[in-house]
């Protein structure tokens, strides 16, 4: 079975909400895919739809060219981390791991070498889930996804609630999982995690794809960025001067310096809103990308 991801013009609403909104992109073998934007910009709801939890109102996602409900015994092929917390808080971590071994027809064995390489010891192993710190719920989610041995992890902000060493250690463990030959595709919020570990970078702001790449193909988005009112015009006016431009965020990216674009605009007596260099770190990137859905966090905070 192959190993790619592919989502396929995703939409999901929810009555007039629309959370994931005509999303595409591939996540691909032997490497680590991150999937980057705010919290509420439609991740977990686009992993849902992928492992069949929620249903697309339009598209459609493969794993391996199949939909994850027709995969035979999904958890030998892909490895799940959606929630950390959905454990069953009763049972004991150990017994937690047993359930889905025995589940996908793999030996008592496998439970033991999935707890010693995320670090949960015998006497945690034995400790009920309702007494687990987050991160070590993160560790048995963790486990649980590894003990297929899958060719593919889903995973939503794997990271959340580990200390410095314990990201540091899941960073090490995925990418030699994507070294390997496996498909990592990991959500998250926070910028600098992924840009550590990913090979390619897909952003998502309010439902939307906003950017993907590589790291590095963000991070020299060099150009200038700009808003206008009369897009269309201005578009036609700097094609007709050799100057291309593409959609970014709410504006769009020129192969041009921000005096070109001014001079091209005035001649045409077109109504700038934005004009500025594009060039700046992938943070800065993030920001203006998802400006508008970072607004809603800060809005009221007084400084």
Known sequence: MGCMIKVENLTRTYGDYTAVDNVSFVARPGRVTGFLGPNGAGKTTTMRIMVGLSAPTDGNVTIGGHRYEDIPNP???????????????????????????????????????????????????????????????????????????????????????????????????????????????????????VQLIADDIVMIGRGKIVAQGTPESLLSQTGTFFRAVEEPQLLEALAANGISASPLGEGFLADAEALQVGKVAAAAQITLIELRPADGGLEDLFLELTADTQRDFTEGVVA
């Not at 071994?101 to 945690?124: C, F, H, K, Q, Y």
């Not at 400790?127 to 899958?150: E, I, K």
């Open 75 to 193: 958890g030998r092929h892909v490895g799940v981390l959606l929630d950390a917390s959905a454990q069953h808080a009763g049972r004991t971590g150990r017994e937690v791991l047993l359930i889905s071994a025995r589940t996908m027809g793999l030996p008592d064995s496998r439970v033991d070498e999935m707890l010693a390489l995320v670090g949960l010891n015998p006497s945690e192993a034995k400790r009920r889930v309702r007494n687990y710190s987050l991160g070590m719920r993160q560790r048995l989610g963790l486990a649980n996804a590894l003990l297929g041995d899958p060719q593919i992890l889903i995973l939503d902000e794997p990271a959340n609630g580990l200390d410095p060493a314990g990201i540091r250690w899941m960073r090490g463990l995925l990418k030699s999982y994507a070294e390997r030959g496996g498909t990592v595709l990991l959500s998250s919020h926070l910028l600098n995690e």
